[in-house]
């Protein structure tokens, strides 16, 4: 018995929220082809659908919402076709609770039990029943995916979850607390990736500066980057995100002496003011921020740096802005994500009074995206004329005609022509900046075209 279901063949995958989900949802996809689904770029066709959700702010958690909206509707107009799950964070912080607001719905999973999608649909058409499995990771669950978004350069989680408890953050409560993959497993799945021809891997945890911690092994993170720098055979290594308090000299001179490291950091300070950061429980203050990124530029000279932004905590005064607005000024980051605080349930600060009123959060925001889009477009109009070393991604989404690649830095490139140079590195001499991205062309090796 299938619950009127028969098995479904063609599959749409749909993603909200941060490069771990997109890790997870090539995960998704790729079990699902695995057990016979073709995967399509559609709902409209599909039998299959999955919302990869995101509750990291209200307003993630409300795409989120709309999204099944949307399909719920679609559902109720093509029968009981398609079958909806509801995947990522959203789906771990409501569970069973989503059945009711969203009575179509088949199966919700959590992160943890993305490696069993597969066990799970087959319940699903088993039982005729709404499944609901919102459990954490299963230690060893099969990790890397044999679908990938890009043929050039891949996301590698080397952890889950997370220990730090932030104030404002939901991320311990929906991802759970910080489980290190083993060594052996990543080197295995970068020396896979780079034998595949992939230029470059992103090694994903929610603070990879506490990598190690609990495994049989001792290893710690710049142990990690220095045998896959060595072993893997992979030409670049990036890695996202970086802790402050947990950044150290070990980091630093691994990214300065390791050749696949590439020399872009992402660095959340979230705020300049030391009470602000307190009340964040940061541990860490903005002088000891301002060491961190001295030390890292001293030792790798020309590091590009970015960073995250909360503006309107709780209890942020004018004084408290006007500090990370001077650190965002000072810091000349290469770039930045800023975000307006947004209290999530559960959290230590949704306990505090949401007191800086909605226009003021939007004034500071406005103020940070202002400053950093001066600062960028400067930082960018100064690598006129410098020759780059370009990973060509492949044509550019809103050009056909130019290729779009990245430097080291991690600063977006585009270029005209040669198609033929996809995956490869290539030096490219930059000749335009805007604020976001960097225009260039090859002067690659002789005879080439
Ligand atoms: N409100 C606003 N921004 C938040 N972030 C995390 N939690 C919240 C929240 N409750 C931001 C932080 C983090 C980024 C991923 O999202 O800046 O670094
Ligand atoms: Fe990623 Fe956090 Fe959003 Fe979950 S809540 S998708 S971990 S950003």
């Not at 003011?273 to 903005?286: F, Q, T």
């Not at 950093?372 to 060509?392: A, C, D, K, P, T």
Request: net charge positive.
């Amino acid at each position: 018995m299938t619950g009127g279901n028969p098995r479904p063949k063609k599959a749409h995958v749909i993603t909200f929220g941060c490069q771990m989900n997109v890790a997870d949802s090539e995960l998704l996809s790729g079990i699902l082809r695995e057990k016979g689904l073709d995967l399509i770029g559609s709902p409209d066709e599909a039998d299959l659908i999955v919302v990869n959700t995101c509750t990291i702010r209200r307003k993630a958690e409300d795409k989120a919402y709309s999204q099944m909206g949307r399909l719920m509707k679609m559902k109720s107009r093509r029968g009981p076709v398609p079958l909806v799950a509801m995947a990522g964070c959203v789906a771990k912080k409501e569970g069973r609770d989503l059945l009711r607001r969203f009575p179509g719905l088949d199966i919700v999973l959590s992160p943890g039990r993305v490696p069993r999608v597969g066990d799970l649909l087959d319940r699903r058409l088993e039982t005729g029943q709404a499944v609901v499995d919102i459990g954490d990771r299963p230690a060893g669950a099969v990790e890397a995916s044999p679908v990938r978004k890009s043929e050039v350069k891949a996301f590698v989680n080397i952890m889950h979850g997370c220990d730090n408890h932030c104030a404002y953050c939901v991320v311990p409560a929906v991802r759970g607390p910080e489980v290190s993959r083993p060594p052996g497993d990543v080197l295995e799945e970068v020396t896979e990736l780079a034998d595949r021809g992939y230029g470059e891997v992103t090694l994903l945890g929610q603070n990879v500066n506490s990598y190690g911690k609990g495994l049989d092994e001792a290893i710690d993170f710049p142990g990690l980057l220095e045998r896959l720098d060595k072993r893997s055979g992979m030409e670049r290594l990036r890695f996202t995100t970086s802790h402050p308090k947990d950044f150290d000299s070990r980091l630093v001179g691994a990214i300065r002496d390791l050749p696949s490291v590439c020399e872009a950091v992402h660095l959340p300070v979230q705020a300049g003011s030391d009470r602000v950061l307190r009340a964040m429980n940061r541990k860490y203050g903005p002088g000891e921020y301002r060491d961190k990124v001295n030390l890292l530029r001293e030792a790798v000279p020309g590091v590009r740096i970015s960073t995250d932004i909360i503006v309107g905590y709780p209890g942020e005064t004018e004084g408290d802005f006007t500090a990370t607005w001077e650190l965002v000024k000072e810091t000349r980051f290469v770039s930045l994500f800023a975000f307006k605080f947004s209290p999530r349930e559960g959290t230590a600060a949704a306990r505090l009074e949401d007191d800086v009123p909605g226009a003021e959060k939007d004034r500071r925001l406005q103020a940070i995206l202002d400053l950093q889009r001066g600062i960028s477009r400067e930082i960018n109009e100064g690598m006129v004329g410098r020759v780059e070393e370009v990973l060509v991604e492949g044509p550019s989404k809103t050009d056909p005609g130019m290729m779009t690649g990245r430097t080291r830095g991690n600063q977006v490139v585009n270029m005209p022509g040669k198609q033929g140079l996809r995956g490869r590195l290539r030096p490219v001499e930059i000749n335009g900046a805007g604020t976001h991205c960097l225009m260039g062309r090859f002067v690659g090796k002789a005879g080439e075209k």
